[in-house]
């Protein structure tokens, strides 16, 4: 007897477990993870819900509380300055970093949509506390998706610097019909 309730008490587990994975809760984007690049062979990964079909963007997030913080950052990150050739002006301390997102549910369980390894140069953006770099931009529909990203070699430039992976989007593009 026992072990006949012991067999139905598994092979609910089995028929149940895939529902309550996909109703556990996730991020949405805007999210961040904090991220700490200074060091080689640093890892993140995690796990997010896409409500929308849109372009995300992938990006550094190099936080400062003051003016010593802001100088120390803005010396680091360089600027968002192009020549005509489309080369940087001031790059800044290049940080590689190697990123993969794939798809967690539906049809597309497993499925990759993006994996590299970019070598981040100079600012894509920045706010009254913070500088972004953007690392790539990925189109992705409705799901869940695992975001892993890896730090390539040591930079110690950046060590004691806040630093976040942001998964976001730009708020004045409309979602993808």
């Not at 372009?55 to 020549?83: H, K, P, T």
């Not at 506390?129 to 430039?157: C, H, M, N, S």
């Amino acid at each position: 007897m026992r072990r006949i309730r012991f067999s139905i008490g598994v092979a609910a587990l089995a028929v149940l477990a895939p529902f309550a994975a996909a109703t556990q809760s996730y991020p949405t984007p805007r999210t961040q993870f904090p991220f700490e690049v200074a060091r080689m062979d640093n890892a993140l990964d995690q796990n997010i819900n896409v409500v929308e079909n849109r372009i995300y963007d992938i990006a550094l997030l190099f936080s400062f509380a003051n003016q010593a913080e802001r100088n120390r950052v803005s010396a680091l990150i360089g600027d968002g300055a192009r020549f005509p050739s489309g080369q940087m002006g001031n790059p800044g301390v290049a940080i590689p970093i190697r990123v993969r997102v794939s798809s967690r549910t539906g049809s597309t369980g497993g499925y990759l949509y993006f994996e590299g390894t970019a070598l981040t140069e100079g600012m894509s953006a920045f706010g009254e506390d913070a500088y972004v770099r953007t690392i790539a931009k990925v189109r992705l529909p409705p799901g869940i998706y695992r975001i892993q990203a890896w730090t390539v070699r040591d930079v110690p430039e950046f060590a004691g610097i806040r630093t976040s992976l942001e998964i976001g989007f730009d708020p004045r593009a409309a979602p993808i019909r």
